[in-house]
Structures are given as structure tokens and as C-alpha cells.
């Protein structure tokens, strides 16, 4: 599970969006969204670059939320 943290995911739009990027690369992803904290939470089989790599290159400045062990 990959949790980013995405500036510009302010509506359901942008999600949308992201969802479309994220599921160009891997069809089956699943996607939750906080609109709120502007966070999305990805079960993926792809590495976290190419999920990062797929966020921007669709014009979103994401980042990967470090999570504590536990």
C-alpha cells in the first residue's frame, strides 16, 4: 500500500483524474481518497516511483506520506 500526499486533489474531478493516471498503469489499482487532507491511499503491484511517475506526468505535484512502522 502506497500513501501520497497530492496538493492538488481538491475535488472530485481531480480525483478522477488521478484515478485515470493511476489506472493507466495498473488497471486493477485501487484508490481512496481524502479530499480533506488531500491524500490518497493506493493498493498497487507497481513500485511507488511509477505510481508517483503516472501522478506527475497528469500534472499533479505528488509526494509519498511516510508512515510509521505499527
Known amino acids: 500500500m502506497h500513501l501520497f500526499h497530492v496538493p ?3 475535488c472530485g ?3 478522477g483524474f488521478v484515478t485515470r493516471a493511476l489506472h493507466g498503469i495498473d488497471p ?3 484508490i481512496e481518497a481524502d479530499l ?3 491524500t ?3 493498493i498497487s503491484a ?3 516511483s511509477a505510481l508517483l511517475r503516472a501522478l ?3 500534472g499533479y505535484a505528488a509526494a509519498p506520506v ?3 512502522w505499527g
Open 8 to 10: 492538488g486533489l481538491t
Open 40 to 42: 490518497i491511499r493506493v
Open 28 to 30: 486493477a489499482a485501487h
Open 36 to 38: 480533506p487532507a488531500r
Open 66 to 68: 511516510l508512515q510509521p
Open 46 to 48: 507497481r513500485f511507488e
Open 56 to 58: 506527475r506526468d497528469a
Open 13 to 15: 474531478g481531480c480525483l
